[in-house]
Each structure stands twice: as structure tokens, then as C-alpha cells.
């Protein structure tokens, strides 16, 4: 097994000495201490006590930001599908550390504000890139993607409570599921930049193939330059 890292044990004294404590209790030395490290050592690793509890926000959103801006046109929503599970797979890679984090931030006001601004931030990611794909539309197309951008997020938040409480065995494919019933709200409003083409955004589905085939069969007869989303 690897060595805990200086930031790790960090991260686990801080957590347990919130349990035993309190958070407003525990201050940066008590921390420090409590992991057999120096003042200045917990200081180049967090820049104060609040960013002990909170995964790298800015890593995480460059991350989304980058899978985002490495899309297409006409894979623009595959693009926010992969950004979402990008940000649910770090909660869950962090594991007990992310339980403790939600049951901490359940009981502390603060940190439930700053929690508050980080989804903030991830809504205004999506909903930056969600108005330029829809650039080009009527005038409502700045409403559409602050509401589509709203259901994203809130379609990642409830499949993570889900899985932070215990509730949810398999959260990757909830939230692929998820972001399906989310996505097909929408799809079928989107700007059409090829007249005559039709767009079909699919989703992995436990389905038969054989009990499919009528289904896309039909949405592609509706006409051209329909968008259509295959049910999974």
C-alpha cells in the first residue's frame, strides 16, 4: 500500500479532529499537529482550514472546462454527458472522504454557502457552453440554456446525494440515466445548422436491439431535421 501523502494525512487528522471537536473548534495547528506535520507544510497544501473539507474545485472545473471546449458542434451533448461524469467519478474515487465531507457540510452553515458557490460555478460552466451550441436561435435561446444548464447540474447533485447516503449501488449508470431524461428534454430544440439533416442522440440502454429498431425507425420518419432521442 502506498504512504498517505503529506496532503492525505492532512485531509484525514483535519476530518477527525472535526468529528471530535467540531469544526469552528479545530484550528490549522491542531490540524498540523494532530498529522505530525509543520504549520508551513499544511499551508502549501491548503490554503486555509475550509479547503481541507472541499475537493480541488479549480482543477475540476478546468478539467470540464477542457472536455467541454474539445467538443464539436455535433458532439456537444455527448461533450456535457462526459464532463458530468467526470466530476461524479472524483466524488466517488474519494470515497469515505466524500461521505464525510456531505455529513460535515450537512451541520456547518458556512461550509454549506461555499458548497453553494461551487455548484454556482459548474452551472455557469455548462451554461456558458450550453449558449454557444445553441448560438444562433431565437430569443429565448439564453433562458433555454440557464434552464438546461440547471438540469444538468441538479441531475449530477441528486445521483451524488443519492450515492452519499448509501442509496444509489451503481451512481455512474444513474447519472448516465440521468443526464438521458435530461438531455432528451432538450435535444429535440436544438439549433439546426444542416437543413435536411436529422440528428439522433442515443444512450446506452439495457434493450434488445430487436425491441429498438421500431422505436428509431419511427423518429427517423418524422421528418428531416428533426432531433430525436432513443429511450434506453
Known amino acids: 500500500m502506498d504512504k498517505p501523502t503529506a496532503r492525505d494525512r492532512l485531509a484525514q487528522a483535519a476530518f477527525d479532529l472535526f468529528n471530535e471537536r467540531g469544526y469552528e473548534q479545530t484550528t490549522v495547528d491542531d490540524i498540523a499537529e494532530r498529522a505530525g506535520l509543520s504549520r508551513a507544510t499544511f499551508f502549501r497544501h491548503y490554503p486555509s482550514k475550509e479547503d481541507v473539507i472541499f475537493p480541488d474545485h479549480d482543477r475540476l472545473l478546468t478539467q470540464v472546462r477542457d472536455r467541454l471546449r474539445s467538443s464539436s458542434h455535433g458532439t456537444a451533448l455527448a461533450a456535457v454527458s462526459d464532463a458530468v461524469r467526470l ?121 434488445p436491439l430487436e425491441t429498438l429498431i421500431p422505436a428509431i425507425q419511427t423518429l427517423l420518419e418524422t421528418g428531416p431535421g428533426n432531433g430525436a432521442a432513443v429511450p434506453a
Not at 454557502?113 to 455557469?124: F, L, T
Not at 440547471?150 to 447533485?157: I, L, Q, T, Y
Not at 451524488?160 to 444509489?168: C, F, K, Q, T, V
Open 87 to 207: 466530476v461524479l467519478l472524483h466524488y466517488l474515487d474519494e470515497g469515505d472522504l466524500a461521505r464525510r465531507r456531505y455529513a460535515l457540510t450537512s451541520t456547518v452553515p458556512a461550509l454549506r454557502d461555499r458548497e453553494i458557490v461551487s455548484v454556482a460555478r459548474y452551472q455557469r460552466l455548462f451554461r456558458e457552453f450550453i449558449a454557444e451550441w445553441m448560438a444562433g436561435r431565437p430569443e429565448n435561446s439564453a433562458l433555454q440554456a440557464e434552464l438546461m444548464a440547471a438540469a444538468v447540474v441538479s441531475a449530477h447533485n441528486h445521483v451524488l446525494r443519492r450515492w452519499l447516503r448509501g442509496e444509489s449501488p451503481d451512481p455512474v449508470h444513474e447519472v448516465d440515466e440521468a443526464l438521458r431524461q435530461v438531455i432528451s428534454l432538450f435535444a429535440a430544440r436544438a439549433p439546426e445548422r444542416n437543413a435536411g439533416g436529422t440528428t439522433v442522440v442515443a444512450f446506452q440502454t439495457s434493450q
